[in-house]
């Protein structure tokens, strides 16, 4: 039984050794969100940049991403500023640039960004990542 005993320490060091070099791994690059191939998206977009502000209120005083995007945004989807799943090269180089950066969030507790394109004003969120 001491052979037992003796192995299963030396594999749990060796678990623990992989685990950590696993752990280092991602230490180095933990202010930055895990690269992704797709996103599905949702954003706001303003034509004035006055609007963009009343929009940010809105979400700043804990309004739902999906609720203040029905009320301001000014495209055409109007379904809750749901854009869909996008791949890399679907969407316009500024808006994917902070797109893909971002982390998934829920409309009910969003994490936003803004950016502005030819198209206008954007308030932009990610729902998930793949």
């Known amino acids: 039984m001491a ?7 030396a594999g749990d ?8 070099g696993k752990g280092k791994g991602n230490e180095d690059k933990a202010g930055k969100v ?6 599905s998206v949702r954003h706001i977009l303003c034509e004035k940049h006055g609007r ?5 209120a809105k979400l700043t005083a804990g309004a739902k991403f999906d609720d203040v995007a029905r009320e301001f945004s000014e495209d055409k989807a109007r379904a809750g500023g749901a ?5 890399r090269g679907d969407l316009d180089p500024a808006f994917e640039a902070v797109a893909f950066e971002l982390e998934a969030s829920t409309t009910s507790s969003p994490k936003y960004a803004e950016v502005k394109t030819g198209f206008g004003y954007h308030i932009l969120m990610v729902e998930g990542r793949k």
């Not at 060091?13 to 950590?20: S, V």
């Not at 895990?34 to 996103?39: C, E, L, T, V």
Request: proline share 0%; no cysteine.
């Open 3 to 9: 052979k037992g005993k003796a192995a299963d320490k």
């Open 34 to 39: 895990k690269g992704a191939q797709s996103i």
């Open 52 to 56: 963009k502000e009343e929009a940010l």
């Open 13 to 20: 060091k060796a678990a623990a050794e992989k685990g950590k």
């Open 83 to 87: 854009l869909g799943w996008k791949t």
